[in-house]
């Protein structure tokens, strides 16, 4: 298993200007972690999933590629 991090919003909870909630977890795959994600967060909206242990990355990661992807 690998470590992942599941980048994730919930409405209610978080406004469109928030950076999104990051959970940890160890999983086989991408799916697999997202999986756990929700499972733990029912009303959770995955947004990014990064293989990897350290917060900062996954979210520069997601930032990065969601401002290119705005281009």
Do not use: K
């Not at 992942?4 to 909870?13: C, K, M, N, T």
């Not at 795959?29 to 029912?42: F, K, R, T, V």
Request: with cysteine.
């Amino acid at each position: 298993m690998n470590e992942f991090i599941v980048l994730y919003r919930q409405d209610g909870v978080m406004t469109d200007v928030d950076a999104p909630f990051g959970f940890r977890c160890q999983a086989d795959d991408s799916g697999h972690a997202e999986e756990q994600c929700i499972n733990a967060y029912p009303d959770a909206d995955v947004v990014w999933t990064w293989e990897g242990g350290n917060m900062q990355d996954a979210l520069d990661d997601y930032w990065n590629v969601a401002d290119f992807n705005r281009e």
